[in-house]
Nanobody, 111 residues
Framework: QVQLLESGGGLVQPGGSLRLSCAASISINAMGWYRQAPGKERELVAT???????NYADSMKGRFTISRDNAKNTVYLQMNSLKPEDTAVYVCGAFGTKVYWGQGTQVTVSS
C-alpha cells in the first residue's frame, strides 16, 4: 500500500503562487497531480516519471511546473499566475501496478 501525504494548499489571491508537495511512502515511478473543482470531474494537472519526463494539461502549461526529488520520494507542483478557475482540490496520484491517491489539498484562488 502506497501512502501519499500532500501539503501546501491554501488561500491565495489571483496572480499569486503556491507550491504543493506530495511525499510517497515508497519509491514509485510515475506520480502526478490531478484536481477536482466543485461540480466537475477530476482532471489531469501534470505527471512526471522517475526519469523526469513530464506531461501537462494544456491549460496548465507555462503556469505550473511539476518536479520531483527521487531521494525523498516527493513530487512538487509549483503553481504561478493562479486564477480563480484554478480553485479545486488538488490530489496527488502514484501510478504503478495500481493507482494510489492522496487525500487532496484545497487550493482556493480568491481576492
Amino acid at each position: 500500500q502506497v501512502q501519499l501525504l500532500e501539503s501546501g494548499g491554501g488561500l491565495v489571491q489571483p496572480g499569486g503562487s503556491l507550491r504543493l508537495s506530495c511525499a510517497a511512502s515508497i519509491s514509485i515511478n510515475a506520480m502526478g497531480w490531478y484536481r477536482q473543482a466543485p461540480g466537475k470531474e477530476r482532471e489531469l494537472v501534470a505527471t512526471i516519471t522517475g526519469g523526469g519526463r513530464t506531461n501537462y494539461a494544456d491549460s496548465m502549461k507555462g503556469r505550473f511546473t511539476i518536479s520531483r526529488d527521487n531521494a525523498k520520494n516527493t513530487v512538487y507542483l509549483q503553481m504561478n499566475s493562479l486564477k480563480p478557475e484554478d480553485t479545486a482540490v488538488y490530489v496527488c496520484g502514484a501510478f504503478g501496478t495500481k493507482v494510489y491517491w492522496g487525500q487532496g489539498t484545497q487550493v482556493t484562488v480568491s481576492s
